[in-house]
């Protein structure tokens, strides 16, 4: 409430917008193109387009639930495929529960297959994630080659980045230009003020230009420090996941999986976070993922 404050975003009353108003907006299935008469109706398509993946949606319930008090003081379970997991069965998100009293834990999805929700057993599911992960663990030698494959993509991609080359280029070109002003001045071919003008147009330009280059290279060595990061741990997720402790696997889990889909009870694809989706391309490609890698993409 007080970010969306600060960002301009107020109440009809020029104040903050009420925590049960952004709650109303967080669970509203309007955003998912859906619609309902009244209260408690079972919602339906409406005529709207929906403002928000469906995916994206059942996430944010995921965060509400973890907030909420009631379900903190009697949530004993922890979840590493909290707001990852997909069913195909019914054609939607999923939820994590836990049930203290009768000591059982599920993925539950959030939409209904022949009016009844599908449940899937946390154990069972979540059993299946370290053969998951040897199936994308690719090979120390395979990890070498990726490497040097991908700083010869990234050195071209600096060579044909556009935006790039057309700033430097007009910097090259901006500094012969502050030179020729200087020998026009020089030879009373220009007064003292037009000089000044000129060069503080000059100046002004050549700082946002340097601004836009300095930005776009180090983009550039972020996003290629983002790969590399990646491609180490490419070659040891089977070892990460096996000896680390849940904390460590789930943040493993968040950073590898973009989303998992489930169906009958078994992980059967998946989408993986960028980084970690083109290694795995190009590691099938070469042949260097584990066995039963390429099913899983």
Sequence with gaps: ASHAYSLGIRSKGDGLIQKSTWSNIFHNRFYLGETWLKKGDVPTKGNHPPLIDEFTFYKVQEVLREHDNYKRRTQHHKYLLRGLLFSNDANSGCWSETHPSKDISYYRSSAKLNGRCVFYNTKHIE???PDFFKKITISKVAGKRLMRDLNNWFSNQMDANGD????????????????????LMMEDEISMSAFKEHRIRIAAERADLKNTTNMLSQ???????????ALQIATEMDSLYDKGGFDDRRLLCEAVIKRLNIENGTIVNMELNTPFALIASRAE???????GGASWI
């Design 127 to 129: 059993a299946q994630l």
């Design 164 to 183: 790039l080359k057309k700033a430097e280029a007009r910097l090259l070109k901006l500094e012969k230009m502050e030179k020729n002003l200087q020998q």
């Design 219 to 229: 983009r550039q060595h972020l996003v290629k420090a983002d790969f590399e990061v």
């Design 285 to 291: 490609g070469s042949g260097s993922v584990q066995s």
